[in-house]
């Protein structure tokens, strides 16, 4: 099975599109994960850049999280996934829906993804995220029993969160999530908050051990199936996942750097 390391996008939006592009080639990721823009003309010129440069694509969609209303949250996934698709990624990772929306209507959204994902020929896979359908174990599973072909991005951050935990104790939850999981947000929480300062600090090793072993599993699922490819985004994020210090906001620590250490440990974990 290939082993893919994709760039994330999100906290480099300052930079031009060749800086960043060449910025992700000179670190040795192997694609992108960005959000594309909705203008065509935009929205190919970023993709023909990355193709160009010999990289591949996976496109988020993030951006309903700034609709709280339904019928608004409905129309903005359904351009927002057409538009996606359209740039022919290798998959789409979609932020869909609400922890508050009712069953029925996230139910709604997700019927939406798999009949725009089917006209397509293009997987969405949805990620696990706070406040989102999925944003708590207890929220997602229903759906995983109601929709056993439902695929997932595994940022696992997030239920450490949400959680409070590390999940030791919900070793039931991780069994029937992990085998939905295509894609990883290869980001470190802590049962504090979705980001460690510095996955490579002492006090961060057994959050860092415990997100290694859902990875481990994960891929060793993948590959016990016969998927020709996983793919894994470092996604440390800017401030503020990033801590700052008080009053002067001086980051504690640099996200591109992370997620530049994250890629190598990767890469020599699963090589």
Not at 69 to 93: G, I, M, S, T
Not at 105 to 125: E, F, M, T, W, Y
Not at 173 to 198: C, E, F, K, N, S
Not at 242 to 247: R, V
Request: charged residues 20%; negative net charge.
């Amino acid at each position: 099975m290939k082993i893919e390391i994709f760039a994330a996008h999100w906290g480099n939006n300052e930079l031009a599109p060749d800086v960043f592009i060449e910025r992700v080639k000179q670190a040795g990721f192997d694609g992108i994960e960005m959000s594309l823009p909705l203008d065509v003309a935009a929205r190919e010129e970023w993709t023909t850049r990355i193709a160009e440069a010999g990289l591949g694509l996976i496109v988020a969609q993030w951006e309903t999280v700034f609709h709280s209303d339904f019928a608004a949250h409905r129309a903005a996934l359904e351009q927002l996934l057409h538009n996606a698709c359209a740039a022919r990624p290798l998959h789409v990772n979609s932020h869909t829906g609400k922890d508050y929306y009712t069953r029925e209507q996230n139910l709604q959204l997700l019927q939406l993804a798999a009949d725009i994902s089917r006209q397509h020929g293009i997987p969405i896979v949805h990620e696990i995220h706070r406040s989102r359908f999925s944003g708590h174990p207890m929220l997602l599973l229903p759906y995983l029993q109601q929709l056993p072909e439902l695929q997932l991005t595994a940022d696992l951050s997030h239920w450490c969160c949400s959680c409070e935990s590390l999940l030791e104790d919900q070793p039931h939850t991780l069994a029937a999530t992990l085998p939905q999981v295509r894609h990883i947000h290869a980001r470190v929480g802590h049962a504090q908050g979705p980001q460690v300062a510095d996955f490579r600090a002492p006090e961060a090793q057994a959050a860092l051990a415990a997100h290694l072993g859902w990875w481990d599993e994960i891929i060793r699922l993948r590959r016990a199936a016969g998927a020709s490819r996983m793919t894994l985004t470092p996604e440390f994020g800017p401030v503020p996942y990033t801590q700052t210090l008080p009053y002067t906001q001086k980051e504690v620590s640099n996200a591109w750097e992370l997620n530049v250490a994250m890629l190598e440990l990767l890469r020599q974990r699963y090589a």
